[in-house]
């Protein structure tokens, strides 16, 4: 009885004499790769070498400041929820809780807010202002929902990808680390992804009514978070 060699592939011919003498296949895929080392690398030499990303890319998130390119709705936001109305440099973030709410998995944030200590004749008596705004970026998957559902365009992903650090600690974000980080991708970027009332221009929606949907989407209602948040009322 005699042997019948078959591979994977019937069709495939065994080697010849000829081809396993001077390794022709071998010779072949060195070819490949020897064409490939004289062409243009597509990789860089990263730390030393960066890609700047597209300006859709969901990276490190940021807050963002006033800056007098608010939307429209602004003012109306900052009256409903109580807050100080901020000053020109400080954060548009009013607390509302939007992001927390809309986040798959909402521990990322941790958002307080405190009542100001002033008499009661003084005009912000009563009123609020953020006191904490954590986002711990190490449960983050960069999903963008919690920036979609922002009503004051505060938290926006900015071009940043490098979250390397030598401790978790280092992937928790503070309110002031966040406003830097976005302070740094507005001055670079902002006519790319923002027109002048921080909507985004055509070029770069997703949906045609993008901007009415977002407005209508929580109806101006704040979300009431369940009790596992009750620290954070």
């Not at 979250?163 to 966040?178: A, F, I, N, P």
């Amino acid at each position: 009885m005699g042997i019948k060699k078959v591979g994977m592939n019937v069709n495939v011919q065994p080697q010849s004499i000829v081809e396993k003498i001077f390794f022709l296949d071998f010779a072949k895929g060195l070819a490949t790769t020897i064409k490939h080392l004289f062409r243009k690398v597509i990789t860089v030499d990263f730390p030393y070498e960066v890609v700047v990303p597209a300006p859709r890319f969901r990276g490190v998130h940021g807050l963002r400041n006033v800056d007098g390119t608010e939307l429209p709705d602004f003012d109306a936001w900052v009256k409903k929820l109580k807050i100080k109305p901020p000053e020109m440099g400080e954060t548009r973030c009013i607390g509302c809780k939007f992001c927390q709410a809309a986040c798959p998995v909402p521990e990322i944030f941790t958002i307080k807010t405190a009542k100001l200590d002033v008499p009661e004749d003084h005009p912000h008596h009563g009123l609020k202002v953020v006191s904490q705004f954590d986002m711990d970026l190490g449960k983050c998957m960069f999903c963008g929902l919690c920036t979609l559902a922002c009503p004051t365009a505060c938290l926006i992903h900015t071009d940043i990808y490098d979250l390397s650090s030598y401790t978790r600690r280092g992937w928790v974000l503070d309110k002031e680390k966040l406003s830097k980080i976005a302070n740094d991708f507005i001055s670079r970027r902002r006519e790319e992804k923002f027109d002048e009332q921080s909507f985004w221009p055509d070029t770069q929606k997703i949906f045609p009514e993008y901007d009415t949907a977002r407005a209508k989407a929580w109806d101006n209602n704040p979300p009431k978070l369940g009790p596992n948040y009750a620290d954070q009322q």
